[in-house]
């Protein structure tokens, strides 16, 4: 029987020890096994991973490959973790200590947007992130994972200018007490920082080409009239927006780590910035501005390390178009455009791939899944892999 084989060009990056981009990766009942989710990871020197959830089959494809994992808990499990520390116990001693250490668990995220989505579970997400630290230090296990919750920009009330950015005083008393386990525990803010919904959403208030890291001219810099800081993009205006509300709080030395950031590349007739060119633009920007190890202006020396969403797209997710089209990857492993950086390192692939699944079209749609993989690795060239099934 002849051999199929699946040609791929590989995805990259991590540059030496500096910040990582990082990919999503999360569920659906159309996603490939994890065996051959695992294999284009691989194939494509993706190096960190965040999961939407803690699936047993992807955590154990991915042991002995050294990536970095980040477990999810899902917004229905929080509950539960956070009114008993025995749940608490038992998630950590099933999804993270069973795994550790052939798979490299880092992090785990607790739910998603809870405060946003679930405001009437405010007050049980603090104990919830208590409960599974605990759980960790009884398994020796708190120095190596970390525990935080992904925060929408929703939380911020007016994000610019960000000088004078602070979270919604609705949850004031919960995000105070979260910035104080994220101190004592030396975790990090995680935060879902999306340009898209920043331009499409604002009313023309901010030029397109600020969403997308592109170049503005001398007439339309966007400068905060108290700082005078410079700011190039709007995803660092809204990380610095992040630090500012937690100085607000008079915390420091909390990283902001954005967990979720990307740009749709189809979308609906009333979604005309969907597009493959606008999403092959922010992302190819957004690796460049993220590897090149500097933070926003208030924090330039502390690099924003950063998740893509997603690595394939969801056909199954409700909403407008565009809510199905965020991936990078169709289901076989093709590329849907290529991502590429200047200089050092480089994030490259083809669209125009022949796979395992004979050829393919971007507006065929790969059957898909929530995927955020961190991405890493120094490129040396572009790199043919021939993966033989």
């Not at 494509?44 to 050294?66: G, K, P, Q």
């Not at 525990?147 to 009330?157: E, G, K, N, W, Y």
């Not at 933070?295 to 690099?303: A, D, L, M």
Request: charged fraction near 10%.
């Amino acid at each position: 029987m002849p051999h199929k084989c699946l040609l791929l060009l590989p995805l990259v990056l991590h540059c030496a020890l500096g910040a990582f981009i990082g990919v999503h990766i999360g569920t659906s009942s159309n996603m490939p096994p994890a065996s051959e989710v695992v294999a284009v990871l691989k194939v494509n020197h993706i190096t960190h991973v965040r999961l939407f959830d803690a699936d047993a089959h992807m955590l154990s494809a991915l042991a002995n490959t050294s990536i970095e994992v980040m477990v999810g808990i899902t917004n229905e499990q929080v509950l539960g973790i956070g009114q008993s520390p025995s749940v608490a116990a038992a998630w950590i001693n099933k999804n993270v200590a069973a795994y550790v250490p052939n798979t490299n668990i880092t992090a785990i995220a607790v739910g998603s947007e809870v405060l946003t989505t679930l405001p009437h579970a405010a007050p049980i997400l603090l104990p919830a992130l208590n409960n599974l630290h605990k759980a960790l230090v009884a398994s020796n296990l708190n120095f190596k994972v970390k525990v935080s919750t992904p925060h929408s920009m929703d939380i911020i009330s007016s994000p610019f200018p960000p000088s004078t950015a602070i979270f919604n005083s609705s949850w004031n008393s919960t995000l105070y007490g979260i910035l104080q386990f994220l101190k004592n525990t030396h975790s990090y803010f995680m935060l879902n920082a999306y340009p898209y919904y920043g331009f499409t959403q604002g009313n023309g208030s901010f030029p397109l080409d600020y969403a997308l890291f592109q170049p503005l001219s001398p007439v339309k810099q966007i400068v905060d009239p108290n700082s005078l800081y410079h700011y190039e993009s709007m995803f660092d205006a809204m990380v610095d927006a992040a630090y500012y509300s937690i100085d607000a709080f008079n915390f420091s030395g909390i990283p902001v780590v954005v967990t979720e950031t990307g740009w749709p590349w189809y979308g609906g007739v009333n979604e005309p910035e969907a597009t493959v060119k606008n999403a092959e633009t922010y992302n190819n920007n957004l690796i460049r501005r993220v590897l090149n190890n500097s933070g926003p202006p208030s924090q330039s020396n502390i690099p924003i390390n950063t998740y893509i969403y997603e690595l394939f797209n969801e056909d199954g997710r409700r909403g407008p178009v565009s809510e199905k089209n965020w991936g990078v990857f169709f289901t076989n492993g093709s590329t849907i455009y290529p991502l590429s950086l200047g200089g050092s390192c480089a994030f490259t692939g083809s669209s125009n791939s022949t796979t395992a699944f004979g050829p393919f079209s971007p507006l065929m749609g790969g059957r898909s899944s929530m995927l955020y993989p961190h991405i890493g690795v120094v490129i040396l060239g572009i790199v043919l892999h021939l993966f033989c099934l």
